[in-house]
């Protein structure tokens, strides 16, 4: 019996369940969530779609997905030496199956998949006031009520399929790398392979699909930044000592995000000559990984800076191309690392191969999906099979399409219809006891991702306990937090030079979407302010007491 059997399986029925805390998503958030609250002794229940455990990483298991970086062997769980000391991470960029199977033993070791409900879809949830709980319905039909709701539900877990004409036309197979075949391999040898978009899956899965068929057509909507990313067996020295001193360890990734030893450089690249700095670039493009973009401090705040590190890798792409031609098609115009930096094995080396095609569409733009392939402006390229690497609606799309209703009818989708504002990045004005993991306004992908998840979870259950000791049955922040955090998001950004390059940051990638930079960019100083909120008797917020029977209005209490 595989593992995903093992998970307890739902049998529905004409009831409502009734829950303490119901959670969405069995990824890395969801659960530490679960593990955590269900510590306090609540009632917990987690819902997913997938098969097994294991968020993006199970649903992204395309030829080549792998850990960006840092990875191995501090792309994991913090919170237990234990786990630490016996989980072996044998490569500095894990690749899926890897993560997927440690993730998979987190679950079996703190013997999670009984309260976790699989292949099960939530499709709607709504706040009810009279009775101060959520009502979830799935897509098995099944209702449940929980007190409080958590969406624990990725931010790059809602895959961005294109609106591009014909599409459903193709006769060929197609495929998201977010949404990857489960139950088989996609077969390239022999085929006429088409790639739509070059971010860090495009990059990740075009060199092994080359390796492997027939022809192979990238379709590039924007030239990238990518960066060596050195893939190597980890020094068992580094696993020992890291083991032996996890404290340690903890401690710098709470302060830094990251080990001390991978902490970016306080040095300006405007202190060095000309050539210092090449000789900089070149040991840090040598070593791999983001080296490049943490070898000066000042790389992505200052124009200057950043376009002296962006010629360096536009000289390396042109070493590397052989056709100039190719090459010039290849060079990215954005600030360099002001897009998720994008880790390259052999991506470069691709286009000198004769079986490669690369059709930029800022030049050829395509018209339409035929039955046989794609036609551009400029001709018509067969296909057998099409690739979509094109990206998510990342950090808010996930929730935004399961789009919860809180007070007075209020549609999250509409809330956020010009502004995903949130308060510390887990609260939503309107929501009451919806606590969101990884959102709008957090530091998420910018930071430990792990550490992150139980900076939070461990806030969430921290807040669910005093509530129960103080006999409060809601927590909602408040208008003026919520909007003095938005401007507080915006303020740290502006210092940057990411709010100035359209990218998934910044919604520009959806059609629609609000264009607002969504990341929290100081994350150290983000966990503290979790804890001094905390702290301040949860400072930001408004509780209500549960209602009576007696009660025409609950009675609110100010954090």
Same mark, same amino acid.
């Given at each position: 019996?595989?593992?995903?059997?093992?998970?307890?399986?739902?049998?529905?029925?004409?009831?409502?369940?009734?829950?303490?805390?119901?959670?969405?998503?069995?990824?890395?958030?969801?659960?530490?969530?679960?593990?955590?609250?269900?510590?306090?002794?609540?009632?917990?229940?987690?819902?997913?779609?997938?098969?097994?455990?294991?968020?993006?990483?199970?649903?992204?298991?395309?030829?080549?997905?792998?850990?960006?970086?840092?990875?191995?062997? !501090?792309?994991?769980?913090?919170?237990?030496?234990?786990?630490?000391?016996?989980?072996?991470?044998?490569?500095?960029?894990?690749?899926?199956?890897?993560?997927?199977?440690?993730?998979?033993?987190?679950?079996?070791?703190?013997?999670?998949?009984?309260? =976790?409900?699989?292949?099960?879809?939530?499709?709607?949830?709504?706040?009810?006031?009279?009775?101060?709980?959520?009502?979830?319905?799935?897509?098995?039909?099944?209702?449940?009520?929980?007190?409080?709701?958590?969406?624990?539900?990725?931010?790059?877990?809602?895959?961005?399929?294109?609106?591009?004409?014909?599409?459903?036309? !193709?006769?060929?197979?197609?495929?998201?790398?977010?949404?990857?075949?489960?139950?088989?391999?996609?077969?390239?040898?022999?085929?006429?392979?088409?790639?739509?978009?070059?971010?860090?899956?495009?990059?990740? =899965?075009?060199?092994?699909?080359?390796?492997?068929?027939?022809?192979?057509?990238?379709?590039?909507?924007?030239?990238?930044?990518?960066?060596?990313?050195?893939?190597?067996?980890?020094?068992?020295?580094?696993?020992?000592?890291?083991?032996?001193?996890?404290?340690?360890?903890?401690?710098?990734?709470?302060?830094?995000?990251?080990?001390?030893?991978?902490?970016?450089?306080?040095?300006?690249?405007?202190?060095?000559?000309?050539?210092?700095?090449?000789?900089?670039?070149?040991?840090?493009?040598?070593?791999?990984?983001?080296?490049?973009?943490?070898?000066?401090?000042?790389?992505?705040?200052?124009?200057?800076?950043?376009?002296?590190?962006?010629?360096?890798?536009?000289?390396?792409?042109?070493?590397?191309?052989?056709?100039?031609?190719?090459?010039?098609?290849?060079?990215?115009?954005?600030?360099?690392?002001?897009?998720?930096?994008?880790?390259?094995?052999?991506?470069?080396?691709?286009?000198?191969?004769?079986?490669?095609?690369?059709?930029?569409?800022?030049?050829?733009? =395509? #018209?339409?999906?035929?039955?046989?392939?794609?036609?551009?402006?400029?001709? #018509?390229?067969?296909?057998?099979?099409?690739?979509?690497?094109?990206?998510?609606?990342?950090?808010?799309?996930?929730?935004?399409?399961?789009?919860?209703?809180?007070?007075?009818?209020?549609?999250?989708?509409?809330?956020?219809?010009?502004?995903?504002?949130?308060?510390?990045?887990?609260?939503?004005?309107?929501?009451?006891?919806?606590?969101?993991?990884?959102?709008?306004?957090?530091?998420?992908?910018?930071?430990?991702?792990?550490?992150?998840?139980?900076?939070?979870?461990?806030?969430?259950?921290?807040?669910?306990?005093?509530?129960?000791?103080?006999?409060?049955?809601?927590?909602?922040?408040?208008? #003026?937090?919520?909007?003095?955090?938005?401007?507080?998001?915006?303020?740290?950004?502006?210092?940057?030079?990411?709010?100035?390059?359209?990218?998934?940051?910044?919604?520009?990638? =959806?059609?629609?979407?609000?264009?607002?930079?969504?990341?929290?960019?100081?994350?150290?100083?983000?966990?503290?302010?979790?804890?001094?909120?905390?702290?301040?008797?949860?400072?930001?917020?408004?509780?209500?007491?549960?209602?009576?029977?007696?009660?025409?209005?609950?009675?609110?209490?100010?954090?």
């Amino acid at each position: 019996m595989s593992r995903s059997d093992t998970s307890t399986e739902h049998a529905p029925g004409s009831g409502v369940r009734e829950l303490d805390v119901a959670i969405i998503g069995a990824g890395v958030s969801g659960m530490y969530a679960l593990y955590r609250l269900r510590g306090l002794g609540l009632d917990v229940r987690v819902y997913d779609q997938a098969g097994d455990v294991g968020g993006t990483w199970w649903w992204n298991r395309y030829p080549g997905a792998r850990v960006d970086y840092p990875g191995g062997p !501090f792309y994991c769980y913090t919170f237990s030496e234990e786990l630490v000391r016996e989980w072996d991470w044998t490569e500095r960029q894990p690749d899926q199956p890897t993560v997927l199977a440690y993730l998979g033993h987190v679950a079996d070791k703190f013997d999670l998949r009984r309260d =976790i409900q699989l292949r099960t879809k939530v499709v709607a949830a709504r706040f009810d006031e009279a009775a101060q709980r959520w009502f979830l319905e799935t897509s098995e039909g099944e209702r449940i009520s929980a007190q409080f709701l958590i969406a624990a539900v990725g931010t790059l877990s809602a895959p961005n399929r294109p609106d591009i004409p014909g599409l459903d036309d !193709f006769a060929g197979e197609v495929h998201h790398t977010g949404n990857w075949p489960q139950d088989r391999q996609v077969e390239f040898a022999g085929k006429r392979v088409g790639v739509v978009g070059t971010g860090s899956s495009g990059v990740q =899965i075009i060199p092994q699909i080359a390796r492997e068929a027939a022809s192979l057509t990238v379709f590039q909507r924007t030239p990238q930044f990518a960066l060596p990313g050195r893939n190597q067996a980890l020094d068992p020295a580094l696993v020992r000592d890291s083991k032996e001193n996890w404290s340690e360890v903890r401690r710098q990734i709470q302060e830094f995000g990251r080990p001390s030893s991978l902490v970016p450089s306080t040095r300006s690249a405007l202190e060095d000559t000309e050539e210092e700095r090449q000789r900089v670039f070149e040991e840090a493009w040598q070593k791999g990984g983001v080296a490049l973009r943490d070898c000066y401090r000042d790389l992505v705040t200052d124009p200057v800076a950043n376009g002296h590190v962006a010629e360096f890798v536009r000289s390396k792409i042109r070493e590397t191309v052989r056709d100039p031609a190719v090459a010039e098609k290849l060079m990215p115009e954005y600030y360099f690392a002001t897009k998720r930096q994008v880790m390259d094995e052999g991506y470069y080396e691709v286009y000198n191969q004769d079986h490669v095609t690369l059709v930029d569409l800022r030049e050829e733009p =395509i #018209e339409t999906f035929t039955p046989d392939g794609v036609r551009t402006a400029e001709g #018509e390229y067969p296909l057998d099979i099409l690739v979509l690497a094109t990206g998510y609606d990342a950090i808010t799309g996930a929730l935004r399409r399961i789009n919860p209703v809180g007070r007075d009818g209020l549609a999250l989708e509409d809330k956020w219809a010009e502004s995903s504002r949130t308060y510390l990045g887990l609260s939503v004005v309107g929501f009451p006891n919806l606590f969101l993991f990884h959102g709008p306004g957090s530091p998420s992908v910018m930071f430990h991702m792990f550490y992150g998840a139980e900076s939070q979870g461990d806030w969430m259950a921290e807040c669910i306990t005093y509530m129960r000791e103080h006999g409060m049955a809601t927590i909602e922040a408040v208008p #003026e937090a919520e909007e003095a955090w938005a401007a507080d998001v915006q303020a740290l950004a502006s210092r940057t030079l990411f709010p100035q390059t359209a990218s998934w940051f910044t919604g520009a990638n =959806i059609p629609g979407k609000p264009r607002e930079f969504m990341v929290y960019l100081a994350g150290p100083r983000y966990h503290e302010n979790l804890r001094e909120v905390a702290a301040n008797d949860y400072e930001g917020f408004v509780f209500e007491r549960a209602r009576t029977g007696a009660d025409l209005e609950p009675s609110a209490v100010r954090g």
